[in-house]
């Protein structure tokens, strides 16, 4: 089998007296191509490659990086379960009794739909129940806290989520708090370990290079590029 990357030129056929054009050798184009881009244009190709969207100009390139790790690792489970839901029926109907207390949600102005998550770990039947001093609902005899920024949209009616082992209802708004504790689901930190996994198989050891990743992802994007011509 002929070298792809040997620097013998390959001369014009002649068939029947006429001229072919020689064959271009395409991964030596490319590869070419590429040795001429800086390290940052090569990380945003990879993230176009992967992901089939440029890159946001206000990320960094160890940003830009981070995404293309995370693309490497979760990308498939992404799709297998945009394909997944594509595939479900669509048109969830809500039980009669309960679209009759939603309905009454939306006249009643002294009290708020509740989803209550118990104990035991089970979600109830959602329920309207008064609002006392304005910021205040009791369940099962005990006091939880309403507040206006935490009420949740579900279509056209708006409900509270209160958790029975807190007084305050499921909301954003500990976003902070779950940021400075780490488990963020937009934390460079989550990402960056996240991503290493595919590379270290889940056990710990020294911490790897940027330049050695940034040299393995080129040369997978590379591959592909060369097999799918």
């Known amino acids: 089998m002929e070298n792809v990357f040997s620097k013998r030129k390959r001369k014009s056929a002649t068939i029947n007296n006429e001229i072919k054009p020689e064959i271009k050798d395409l991964a030596k184009d490319y590869l070419g191509k590429i040795s001429k881009l800086s390290s940052a244009q090569k990380i945003s190709l990879i993230f176009k490659n992967i992901s089939n969207k440029k890159p946001d100009v206000s990320l960094s390139t160890d940003q830009i990086l981070n995404r293309v790790l995370y ?4 990308g498939k489970y992404i799709k ?5 839901l594509k595939n479900k029926k669509k048109g969830f109907k809500w039980p009669k009794k309960w679209k009759k207390i939603f309905n009454l949600s939306r006249k009643k102005k002294n009290q708020i739909l509740v989803w209550f998550l118990n104990i035991k770990g089970e979600i109830e039947m959602p329920k309207l129940y008064p609002i006392y001093s304005s910021n205040m609902v009791i369940i ?3 006091p939880y806290e309403v507040h206006p920024r935490s009420f949740w949209r579900m279509g056209k009616y708006t ?3 209160i958790k029975g082992i807190d007084r305050r209802p499921v909301s954003n708004l500990d976003y902070d708090e779950i940021r400075k504790r780490g488990d963020a689901t937009d934390s460079d930190e989550f990402l960056i370990k996240a991503a290493m996994q595919a590379f270290v198989g889940g056990i710990k050891k020294k911490p790897i290079d940027k330049k050695i990743i940034v040299i393995i992802a080129i040369v997978v994007v ?5 097999f799918m011509s």
Do not use: G, L, P, S
């Open 140 to 142: 099962q005899n005990r």
């Open 159 to 161: 409900c509270q989520i």
């Open 80 to 84: 297998d379960t945009d394909k997944f």
């Open 71 to 74: 693309r490497m690792k979760f």
């Open 222 to 226: 590379a591959a592909i590029v060369f």
